[in-house]
């Protein structure tokens, strides 16, 4: 009887092993393991339920096999992880669409095939992880990394588009190419809240460019914990008359060495939309941490520890605050107004600290300070309500004093000045006081005169002079209705120093200017005022 030996594999409780075939491949269209099986080997697998293995694909380079994984799968997960610690190219764009995962091991290193190879385009909903760029092949590298697929909109209150763990090695610090461009040309193609975190970008290229045009915008973008180093920008944002706004870097760390400039550069020109952008964290060995050329760029705000000096735009628009690591102190610089929560409950300051100086001032310079004095006790300044009875706009007031005798041998007016000019700038429609002593003394037949001189058609300007020009008989009294009146006498008792006491009021007209005082002598003899002589104006 002819004998039929069938062999039948079950594998139920059992352990698979196959020592014997170390030097032979198995292949099943099907396996069922149902307990547990034991491999000496390697498995390698295409597929597993959705995940497709992009390493297990035809092609002669990673990205032809990533490709095809990123086709076969469909929406799912192409895991590129197989390549574990080798070099791969990337000789052509890869796209990863939406709803796919694409895998990398950051033991993998990946080469651009050529100078400028772009290596991929994310459209919305999906996420790339893990993936690292070596550029030892191409040094000079002026690429694209990552960039948006400029005709998708990327704005779902569902979506989820994630680019995290992406390493730039240190081959690529003279790389000029951009590790992450956003683009957006429409409404209808607008980026916001990607989800960009974990970056280590070594590049002498751009960090992250954002730009938008024609009603585009890049709004609301989260970079989340992204390092940049030798970037010749870490932040580029270019203005072209669409949005940028809200987007937000923290924390963000850039180091300029060993061939960077800007941790943030904004540019654009005049273009508008530039608004509301936030960086924080540090910036090390810059001369211009943030530069800020976009004249309309605005409220965007940088908050950090930054080496050098900032470069606003020349509206000053934008809000610093940097814990300066190198500098004596730091600064906040803000574009607006420091407002409590509620009006008039709480203060700025405490007794037990109380800020220093207060500096107000003008943009052109023009600056008061505040400089209260080092000593014990408190001083209180209380402001009266003058709205009542008097003008709402009041004048501080400010004395200004002769440091030198002033003199004049002739009886022509010149202006009162002695290591300072008696003299003070009076704004449109504002009404001024002010109030002098003059320590005066003249020579036989000389005398004091005076006169004040100001802007044209003034509402009303008055002024007198009190004069006492003989030892032990009363003063003379005068008053004048207009500028560039003389008001004078000659002494009766020469070279004998008297107090004249001047007073002056106006009511300025539509014209600003200069408010001077100026003295004469009633002869060609020497007329002296004194140093310590003054006027106190408000």
């Given at each position: 009887?002819?004998?039929?030996?069938?062999?039948?594999?079950?594998?139920?409780?059992?352990?698979?092993?196959?020592?014997?075939?170390?030097?032979?491949?198995?292949?099943?269209?099907?396996?069922?393991?149902?307990?547990?099986?034991?491999?000496?080997?390697?498995?390698?697998?295409?597929?597993?339920?959705?995940?497709?293995?992009?390493?297990?694909?035809?092609?002669?380079?990673?990205?032809?096999?990533?490709?095809?994984?990123?086709?076969?799968?469909?929406?799912?997960?192409?895991?590129?992880?197989?390549?574990?610690?080798?070099?791969?190219?990337?000789?052509?764009?890869?796209?990863?669409?939406?709803?796919?995962?694409?895998?990398?091991?950051?033991?993998t290193f990946f080469q651009p095939g050529a100078a400028a190879t772009n290596l991929f385009i994310f459209e919305p909903n999906s996420i790339i992880r893990g993936f690292s760029l070596d550029c030892t092949n191409f040094p000079a590298w002026s690429g694209i990394a990552f960039q948006n697929d400029t005709a998708q909109h990327y704005v779902q209150t569902d979506g989820h588009t994630e680019i995290s763990n992406i390493r730039f090695n240190n081959s690529c610090v003279a790389a000029t190419g951009t590790a992450l461009k956003l683009t957006s040309s429409s409404s209808g193609f607008g980026i916001a809240f990607l989800n960009i975190h974990d970056w280590r970008v070594t590049l002498a290229g751009d960090g992250i460019f954002m730009t938008a045009t024609t009603g585009g915008f890049v709004n609301g973008n989260h970079f989340v914990n992204m390092a940049f180093t030798g970037n010749t920008r870490g932040w580029h944002i270019t203005g072209a008359g669409a949005a940028i706004r809200g987007n937000v870097c923290a924390p963000c760390t850039y180091e300029q060495l060993p061939s960077g400039t800007n941790a943030v550069l904004i540019d654009g020109g005049a273009a508008a939309g530039v608004t509301g952008n936030q960086w924080l964290g540090p910036i090390y060995d810059t001369v211009t941490p943030i530069n800020i050329t976009n004249t309309a760029a605005a409220r965007n705000t940088f908050i950090g520890a930054f080496d050098g000096a900032y470069a606003d735009n020349a509206s000053g628009l934008n809000n610093f605050w940097n814990f300066d690591q190198s500098a004596a102190s730091g600064f906040l610089s803000l574009n607006g107004t420091i407002r409590p929560s509620a009006g008039g409950n709480s203060d700025l300051g405490t007794t037990t600290f109380p800020y220093g100086n207060l500096l107000l001032g003008t943009a052109n310079g023009q600056y008061t300070q505040f400089n209260p004095l080092a000593s014990a006790g408190g001083k209180l300044v209380t402001i009266p309500d003058w709205s009542v009875g008097a003008s709402i706009f009041q004048n501080y007031p400010f004395v200004s004093t002769l440091s030198s005798q002033y003199t004049n041998s002739t009886t022509g007016f010149t202006n009162v000045a002695g290591g300072n000019t008696i003299q003070f700038a009076v704004l449109a429609n504002r009404n001024y006081t002010a109030t002098c002593h003059l320590y005066y003394q003249a020579a036989a037949t000389g005398g004091l005169n005076i006169e004040f001189t100001g802007p044209a058609a003034p509402t009303a300007v008055r002024y007198g002079l009190l004069l006492p020009v003989t030892t032990g008989t009363a003063p003379i009294s005068s008053e004048a209705d207009a500028y560039a009146t003389s008001l004078g006498a000659v002494v009766g008792t020469a070279a004998t120093n008297f107090d004249a006491t001047v007073s002056f009021s106006l009511v300025n007209g539509a014209n600003a200017g200069m408010v001077n005082l100026l003295a004469k002598s009633s002869a060609a003899v020497q007329l002296q005022i004194q140093s310590g002589s003054y006027c106190q104006m408000q």
């Open positions: 009887m002819k004998k039929i030996i069938a062999v039948i594999l079950v594998l139920v409780g059992a352990s698979l092993a196959i020592p014997q075939q170390a030097q032979r491949n198995a292949s099943f269209d099907k396996l069922n393991v149902r307990n547990t099986a034991t491999f000496t080997g390697t498995l390698a697998a295409k597929n597993i339920n959705n995940t497709r293995y992009a390493d297990q694909f035809a092609g002669a380079t990673a990205d032809v096999q990533i490709a095809a994984c990123l086709a076969a799968v469909g929406t799912g997960t192409c895991d590129a992880t197989g390549y574990a610690g080798t070099t791969q190219s990337i000789s052509a764009t890869v796209t990863v669409n939406a709803r796919q995962t694409l895998l990398f091991s950051p033991s």
